[in-house]
C-alpha cells in the first residue's frame, strides 16, 4: 500500500493548515460534502487510485444511487403517523423523517414579519405572511415547528397544514398535578393529537438544569396512561410531585398515536436519566465558544450524540443555531456550521433541534432582533446540509451495515450494502487535517467517487479543509 513519507507528510500539513475555517482550502477539495476530489496541496507526487473509465453525471447519476440504495418502510411502522425503528430510526406516515426542527419558529413569526425596518437588507429576507414564513423554513430544509399548536395563530397553522414538508413538535411544558392543570393539559392534548402534522410532543425542557423531572413524569402519565411501572417511578426521589398532586388512579392514555415525547438536556446526568421520561433524548450540543472551537469537544459537543446512543433510544441534538454571550457562545460561521451538522451525522444523529430561530439578540441586517436567515452565509450552509441528508436518505434508511471510528481528528461513519458503501467523513477541527482513505476502507475490484455528484475522487491520501467534509461512495 502507498503511503507518503514522512517529510513529505510533514511538508503537506504545514502547506495546508490553516485557521480559516469557512473555506476550503485551494486544491484540496475538502471544503464541502460530496464535492471536489480531495487533491494534494502543493502538487506534491501523491498515490492515487484508478479512476474510473465512465463516470455518471447528474440524472444517471441518481438514478444508478437509487437502483442500490433502497429504503423499504419496517412493518411495524406501517400505518402510524409517527414510529421510531430498531435503527432509531423515525417514520411520518410510514416514509422516512429526518425531524430537523426549530426553537422559537412559532408565534414568533408576527414579530419577524414586524420588526425590520423600510429599506434594512432585512427585507430580503422577511417573509410577507405566515405562507411566506413556513416556505422560508421549509426551503430551508427545516420540517418541524417546535410550539404549542392549538394556541398558534390560525393563518400560521393553516400554513403548516399547506405545506407538504412541514409538521409540528407540540410543546407540553405546564404544572399536571392541579386538577385544572390536568383538565387543561388533557384538553391540549386530544387537541394535538387530532391534528395529523402534529408527529412528535417536545417538552418540559432541560428538566435537568430547572429541576421539574416529576412534571415531565406527569405529562407522560397523560400521553400513555396509568401503569404501575410509571406509578412506582413517581412515588419518589426528584420523579415524585410535590404537596398533593392530583393524579387519577385510572388515567387512560391521551395520545392514541403514541407519539415520541422527549426534549432537550443539558448535562450529562440527565442524560443518564432521560429515558426515565423520555422516548428521545435531544443533547444540548453548543460547541462554539471561538473560532477555534472543535465541534466534537468540551461539554456540550457532539460526542455525547455516540456516547449515549447506548441509552437505547434516538439521539436528536440540539445544535447551535445562534451566539449566546450569556454562556460565552460564539456565533456560529458558515463553517462551524457545516462541522457541527456532519460531526453530529458521524456520530449517529437521528435528527436536529436548532436554538434558536429567531430572538432579541444578536440584531442583523438592519432588524431589530434575530432571524437565522438574516445571517445569509449561515442560512446556506443549514440549506446546504440539509439538502445533503436529504440525498443520503436512501442511504441512511436502508439495510446497510452501519460501522464509525476517528482517524487521527477526522470523524467518519460508513454504511455498506452488498458490494457499496457510502462513507461519511468530517472535520470536526478549524485546521486542516489529512486523510488517508486506506486506513477506513481496503478496495479490491472498487472505484471511489462522490456521492452527491458521482464524480470520480482518486487520492488515496488528501486533505479535508477546517470544518469541512466529505461524503464518498465506493462501488464495483
Not at 404549542?148 to 393563518?155: A, D, G, P, T, V
Not at 396509568?226 to 426528584?238: F, I, R, T, W
Not at 468530517?426 to 479490491?444: C, E, G, K
Request: proline letters at 8%.
Amino acid at each position: 500500500m502507498l503511503r507518503l513519507t514522512f517529510f513529505a507528510t510533514l511538508a503537506l500539513v504545514v502547506a495546508c493548515t490553516s485557521s480559516d475555517d469557512t473555506t476550503g482550502l485551494p486544491g484540496t477539495g475538502g471544503g464541502g460534502a460530496g464535492t471536489g476530489g480531495g487533491g494534494a496541496a502543493g502538487g506534491a507526487d501523491l498515490p492515487s487510485y484508478d479512476p474510473e473509465p465512465n463516470p455518471l453525471t447528474g440524472e444517471a447519476c441518481v438514478a444508478d444511487q437509487g437502483k442500490h440504495w433502497i429504503v423499504l418502510a419496517p412493518a411495524d411502522c406501517m400505518g402510524k403517523r409517527t414510529c421510531i425503528d430498531a435503527q432509531k430510526r423515525f417514520w411520518v406516515d410510514g416514509k422516512p423523517f429526518l425531524p430537523r426542527g426549530v426553537y422559537n419558529g412559532g408565534y414568533e413569526y408576527q414579530k419577524v414579519i414586524a420588526n425590520c425596518p423600510v429599506g434594512e437588507p432585512c427585507e430580503a429576507t422577511t417573509p410577507k405572511d405566515a405562507a411566506g414564513f413556513v416556505k422560508l423554513l421549509a426551503d430551508g430544509g427545516i420540517n418541524l415547528i417546535m410550539d404549542r399548536s392549538r394556541f398558534l395563530k390560525q393563518e400560521l397553522l393553516d400554513a403548516i397544514h399547506a405545506e407538504p414538508r412541514m409538521k409540528i413538535a407540540h410543546l407540553l411544558w405546564s404544572d399536571p398535578f392541579t386538577q385544572q392543570g390536568h383538565d387543561d393539559m388533557v384538553a391540549d392534548i386530544d387537541a394535538a393529537a387530532a391534528d395529523s402534522d402534529v408527529v412528535l410532543w417536545f417538552g418540559p425542557d432541560e428538566i435537568d438544569l430547572n429541576s421539574n423531572w416529576a412534571e415531565a413524569a406527569g405529562i407522560r402519565r397523560l400521553l400513555r396512561g396509568a401503569s404501575p411501572e410509571l406509578d412506582q417511578l413517581m412515588s419518589s426521589g426528584k420523579y415524585k410531585p410535590a404537596g398533593t398532586p392530583f393524579l387519577p388512579m385510572d388515567e387512560p392514555a391521551h395520545d392514541p398515536h403514541g407519539l415520541p415525547y422527549g426534549a432537550a438536556l443539558a448535562f450529562d446526568a440527565g442524560l443518564e436519566d432521560g429515558t426515565d421520561v423520555y422516548d428521545v433524548l435531544y443533547p444540548v450540543t453548543y460547541p462554539f465558544k471561538e473560532p477555534y472551537s472543535i465541534a466534537n469537544e468540551g461539554m456540550w459537543g457532539t460526542w455525547r450524540i455516540s456516547t449515549y446512543a447506548s441509552k437505547g433510544v434516538p439521539m436528536v441534538p440540539v445544535l447551535q443555531m445562534v451566539g449566546i454571550p450569556e454562556i460565552d457562545l460564539w456565533q456560529p460561521t458558515p463553517g462551524q456550521v457545516q462541522a457541527q451538522i456532519m460531526s453530529a451525522l458521524a456520530h449517529g444523529k437521528s435528527g436536529s433541534f436548532y436554538y434558536n430561530l429567531t430572538g432579541d439578540k444578536p440584531k442583523m441586517a438592519g432588524r431589530d432582533g434575530w432571524f437565522a436567515p438574516d445571517d445569509t452565509a449561515a442560512w446556506a450552509e443549514f440549506t446546504a446540509r440539509h439538502t445533503l441528508e436529504d440525498r443520503l436518505i436512501p442511504v441512511l434508511f436502508s439495510e446497510a451495515v452501519v460501522a464509525g471510528g476517528t482517524h487521527g481528528h477526522l470523524e467518519w461513519r460508513s454504511y455498506e450494502l452488498a458490494d457499496r458503501r457510502v462513507i461519511l467523513i468530517a472535520n470536526p477541527t478549524p485546521y486542516a487535517r489529512l486523510l488517508d482513505l486506506d486506513v477506513i476502507v481496503q478496495l479490491t475490484n472498487a472505484y471511489v467517487r462522490n456521492y452527491l455528484d458521482c464524480t470520480p475522487f482518486t487520492d488515496r491520501v488528501s486533505v479535508v479543509a477546517p470544518h469541512g467534509s466529505l461524503v464518498l461512495e465506493v462501488h464495483p
